[in-house]
């Protein structure tokens, strides 16, 4: 079977594409997280007081180390992309892998948020602001291991010497990736943990 | 990241269809096989829903549930529903010819990312047979899945809900990986205002599937978090709102009627120019018009809600915006009907479904202010008018566009002929079995008939009997198509590279294209609608 070659004749049109494509897909990102954040509006409007007394049962120093976890993961990224780019493939590495540790930090958190509130008697069903709580931060905990799994991917491409000063294209957009996981969360803190 | 093969590459001068063996279909990377593959996926799913059309059919023929409970019926509408819409009109034009055709009509070797390609295949695989595994508990929510009922009811709501999920995942993969091509891998010269007009209902497609179809995920993972968890957004006893259940599911499921109808809309864009040998009228009125309906279709979700309880203010503005969308329709058939106007017409069979859809397009487009507007909405809702209204666009739309679209694309996918006094004679069982079928239910409508119910009172009993009669006839025409697909594909007059005098660039590929589609990618120096002229 004469298999055809499906890589891209030229570099620069390979990396516009996959550029395109990932900003296309961080758009359906924003939708699927668009959903649960109206319904959050929705029915923040509707029980304003039963929002402002539940979100103080969140620990909000935990969702604070969460934070500022995150926030460094991103500038891991970013010092990663820019080493990749010099062609300093250990430095990338070693950058990458330190924002997946991170990560699992993130998790950790987590779940030792979500176990105390289960020891307190707290469950998705247990009112509508929990539920919008359980369901968002569990759609991000889930984006949180999906990148996990990126950047692991990326790593391993980078260790069989597949990244380079002059292709770095899978770098760049699970860093990208990430920054949206980032992102999220940073609206997430203050809408469940802080709006009083 | 992969992609679109060397620009250098010569063809390796056999038909993609060469390969022989199911390794050479299941990792293949050819978006013409993975077209194809959808195409074969779909069309089952089209006649399995067909079986489930007839049975609804036989049982109303008569006034009492005489041959199914009415649960069964309930079962059977809901299956003939969901997988007519999720399974089969929502894919096969996108997916399958789409993938087909782009990157043939814009001169690339491939789409911009074949593996994603093939992924979005096998997660479509994957959702449909999570989605046959759900049918061990048969649903019976009908295909909107409305709360409180579908968080409540015994069948497989949660198993269904991750079989849709993963459908809808593959149609925004797809969307996304098209949007790229069509950015990304034009042959030069290929303007966007040289782009053959079935390309912008595509693009404008997946812009709606890319932005659409992440809401109804979230909501059918929502749905499976209330009967899983019991969080309880859509549940009034938790302080939930069903009517959000709604709002979701239509900001997803209105606009998705057009990622039904404007890549059908597309074809007959392409089919009409080429069978009246002239140039299409109105070129960028089309190609915007599509832009249009895909972003003005977000805004009208409101109008399935009338009696949902909105607010009136809301109900009116619905209403408004509804008509809204009539406009930019009404460009299209007037300029298709422009270009027909002293063209030299010849009836050939992808000609005969172009101009069904038209026809019932049009029939179906002008019922639908009746359901656009409060007043007569509150009257007919949930009639057979409303079942009558959709088929006529869903089916009479888009189903004839697909039509069209197969009989014209047969040679150049197969590189076979079908017989075309078969395929006439089938067009005219299925054109009078249609309207035999669901014009009646118009009358029924108009008169009260309730849809969803397997009984109904005997005033009712001629229009069913007819539209039943009907349906048979509808059925053996489209049997008698299949049958003429098969022929044409085991024994057919092997096809020439472009049988139809055609100007767009898939007819310069050969019949069947080879792997690569083309030899040296071709330098686009013009509109691909220029009949006529001397040149064609
Ligand atoms: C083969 C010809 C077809 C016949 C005879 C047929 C017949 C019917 C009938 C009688 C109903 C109403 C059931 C009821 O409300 O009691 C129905 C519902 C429906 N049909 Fe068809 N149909 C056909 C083809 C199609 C096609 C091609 C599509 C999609 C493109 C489609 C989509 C639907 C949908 C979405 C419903 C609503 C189901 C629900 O209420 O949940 N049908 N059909
Ligand atoms: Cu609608």
Redesign the pocket.
């Known amino acids: 079977m004469s298999e055809p070659s499906h890589e891209h004749a030229d570099p620069a049109v390979a990396f516009e594409s996959a550029k395109l494509g990932v900003w296309t897909f961080l758009a359906t990102e924003v939708l699927l997280f668009g959903a649960l954040f109206t319904a959050y509006t929705v029915f923040r409007m509707k029980y304003p007081e039963m929002f402002r007394a539940e979100h103080e049962k969140l620990d909000r120093v935990l969702g604070a180390v969460n934070t500022v976890v995150l926030i460094t993961s991103s500038l891991l990224v970013v010092f990663g992309v820019d080493a990749i780019k010099r062609g300093k493939a250990r430095l990338f590495e070693a950058c990458f892998g330190a924002t997946i540790l991170l990560a699992g930090v993130f998790l950790c958190v987590k779940y030792a948020e979500y176990t105390a509130k289960f020891h307190h008697g707290i469950y998705p069903r247990t009112n509508l602001f929990f539920s919008i709580y359980f369901m968002l931060t569990g759609l991000h905990g889930i984006h949180v291991l999906l990148g996990m799994g990126v950047l692991s991917y990326v790593i391993l491409l980078s260790r069989r010497g597949r990244l380079s000063a002059s292709y770095y294209t899978p770098a760049e957009m699970s860093g990208l990736y990430w920054h949206f996981v980032d992102l999220v969360w940073i609206y997430l803190f203050p809408l469940l943990y802080l709006i009083g | 990241m992969t992609g679109v093969g060397r620009p250098e590459a010569e063809g390796n001068g056999r038909g993609y269809l060469a390969d022989r063996g199911w390794r050479s279909w299941a990792f293949t990377l050819d978006h013409k096989r993975i077209g194809a593959m959808y195409l074969w996926t779909t069309t089952v799913f089209?006649l399995i829903?067909?079986v489930f059309?007839?049975l609804?059919?036989l049982e109303?023929l008569s006034p009492q549930a005489r041959y199914f409970s009415n649960h069964a019926?309930n079962v059977f509408?809901?299956l003939?529903?969901a997988m007519?819409?999720f399974l089969?009109?929502i894919p096969a034009i996108p997916s399958g010819l789409g993938n087909f055709l782009i990157p043939l009509h814009i001169g690339a070797r491939d789409v911009a990312f074949p593996r994603l390609n093939l992924a979005s295949y096998w997660v479509f695989a994957a959702g449909f047979l999570v989605i046959i595994g759900s049918l061990v508990a048969p649903m019976d929510t009908?295909?909107?899945f409305y709360t409180p009922y579908s968080a409540k009811s015994a069948a497989a709501v949660t198993t269904l809900s991750l079989g849709i999920f993963l459908i809808g995942m593959s149609s925004i993969l797809t969307g996304l990986n098209f949007i790229v091509t069509i950015h990304k891998l034009r042959a030069p010269g290929m303007t966007w205002h040289r782009l053959p007009l079935f390309i912008w209902g595509m693009y404008a497609t997946s812009i709606i599937q890319v932005v659409a179809t992440p809401v109804v995920g979230v909501t059918f993972l929502l749905l499976a978090a209330e009967r899983i968890f019991g969080v309880g957004f859509f549940d009034p006893t938790k302080g939930g709102d069903p009517v959000l259940f709604q709002h979701f599911f239509w900001f997803y499921s209105h606009p998705v009627v057009y990622v039904?109808i404007l890549p059908a809309m597309g074809i007959v864009s392409e089919v009409i120019p080429v069978f009246s040998r002239k140039p299409i009228f109105g070129y960028k009125a089309i190609a915007y018009s599509s832009m249009a309906i895909a972003f003005i279709g977000f805004l009208v979700w409101g109008h399935h809600m009338f009696t949902s309880g909105m607010s009136p203010l809301a109900n009116k503005i619905f209403s408004f915006l509804t008509f809204f969308v009539a406009v930019p329709t009404a460009v299209k058939v007037f300029n298709w009907i422009a270009t027909l106007y002293r063209g030299s017409i010849t009836f050939e069979s992808p000609m005969l479904y172009a101009l069904t859809f038209i026809f019932l397009f049009i029939v179906g487009g002008l019922t639908g202010p009746f359901l656009g507007a409060m007043a007569t909405n509150v009257q007919l809702h949930d009639t057979y008018f409303v079942?009558a209204h959709?088929?006529y666009t869903?089916?009479g739309g888009?189903?004839m566009g697909f039509f069209a679209g197969l009989h014209y694309w047969f040679p150049k996918m197969t590189g076979k002929m079908v017989n075309e006094k078969v395929a006439r004679a089938a067009w005219a069982l299925i054109f009078v079995g249609f309207n035999v079928?669901f014009f009646t239910m118009f009358i029924a409508g108009t008169r009260g008939m309730p849809?969803?119910?397997a009984e109904y009172l005997p005033k009712f009993q001629v229009e069913n009997t007819i539209s039943s009669i009907g349906?048979a006839v509808?059925?053996a025409g489209?049997l008698v198509m299949c049958w003429n697909f098969l022929q044409g594909l085991r024994k057919g007059a092997a096809a020439p590279a472009n049988p139809w005098r055609a100007l767009s660039l898939e007819w310069k590929a050969a019949s069947p294209p080879e792997t690569e589609n083309f030899h040296e990618i071709p330098v686009v120096t013009e509109w691909p609608y220029g009949y006529g002229t001397p040149k064609a």
Request: glycine residues 12%; positive net charge.
């Open positions: 089209f829903g067909g059309a007839l609804l059919r109303l019926y509408f809901t003939h529903g007519m819409i089969f009109v009908g295909w909107t039904m079942v959709f088929h869903m089916m888009t189903v079928t849809r969803r119910y349906s509808l059925a489209i």
